[in-house]
C-alpha cells in the first residue's frame, strides 16, 4: 500500500507495513492499572501549574505516562489539548483534565520541523505500523490530525526491526519530532484504540 506521511520527518511515498483503517475504536474499559511511569504527571499536572522544565526524571516509553487510562463511556465528548509549551498532551472532557500525557512536538529548527497549532479534528487515517527507509525511522500506533497521515501522534520513533531510538525516545518532554507527536508506546496505543474519528485537536504554544 503506498501511503504518504510526511510530518514526522516521513516525506516519501513509501511502502508501509501498517494497518490503515477507517477506524471507529471502541470505547471498552481498558485500564492500565498498577503501571506507573518514573515520571507519574498524574491527572492533575495542568491545574497545579506544572510543566515540562520541572519534570527532570527519564520518562518510561514503555509505560502509560500518567498511571491508570481513564475509562471512556461511547460517545463520550473528550478532546484532545496539546501544549507545545508543557510538551503534554490532556485528554479532556469540558475543562477537566481526565489524563495527562509526557509528548515530543516539532524542534522548530527548520521550518519543516514544526509542529502546526491551531484547531484540527482526528482524520480516518490509522495504523499500527509505519517505516520510512529514507529517514530510517518509524513507529507504533499512528494516528492522524492534519493532512491526512502528514502530521500523526505516534509512539517514540523505532528503527526498522520496531526497536526503539533511544536517543529519540529519552527526549520525551522535550521538542524532539519534525512536527508529529511523540508519545509513549502505551499512550499511543492508547490513543489509537480508544480516541475517535473527528475528536477535536487543540494545538497551542
Not at 17 to 23: P, R, V
Not at 32 to 61: F, L, M, Y
Not at 112 to 118: A, E, I, N, Q, S
Request: aromatic content about 10%.
Amino acid at each position: 500500500m503506498n501511503v504518504l506521511i510526511k510530518g514526522c520527518g516521513i516525506i516519501a511515498a513509501l511502502f508501509l507495513s501498517l494497518t490503515l483503517t477507517s477506524y471507529m475504536p471502541s470505547f471498552q474499559a481498558n485500564s492500565a492499572s498498577g503501571h506507573t511511569d518514573k515520571v507519574n504527571v498524574g491527572r492533575s499536572e495542568q491545574e497545579n501549574g506544572q510543566t515540562s522544565k520541572q519534570e527532570a526524571i527519564p520518562v518510561n516509553w514503555d509505560k502509560p505516562s500518567g498511571g491508570s487510562y481513564p475509562v471512556l463511556t461511547q460517545n463520550e465528548p473528550v478532546w484532545i489539548d496539546v501544549s507545545i509549551k508543557n510538551q503534554r498532551v490532556y485528554i479532556k472532557k469540558g475543562s477537566q483534565t481526565l489524563y495527562t500525557m509526557i509528548a515530543s512536538t516539532g524542534k522548530d529548527t527548520e521550518p519543516d520541523m514544526t509542529t502546526p497549532t491551531g484547531t484540527y479534528y482526528i482524520q480516518a487515517e490509522r495504523g499500527k505500523w509505519f517505516y520510512s527507509p529514507k529517514y530510517k525511522e518509524g513507529a507504533k500506533y499512528w494516528v492522524s490530525w492534519k493532512n491526512h497521515g502528514e502530521f500523526l501522534f505516534h509512539s517514540v520513533p523505532m528503527d526498522e526491526n520496531k526497536r526503539i531510538l533511544t536517543a529519540d525516545a529519552q527526549r520525551l518532554g522535550e521538542k524532539d519530532s519534525h512536527g508529529c507527536i511523540h508519545l509513549t508506546v502505551p499512550d499511543a496505543k492508547w490513543i489509537y484504540e480508544h480516541i475517535p474519528y473527528n475528536t477535536k485537536v487543540v494545538i497551542h504554544s
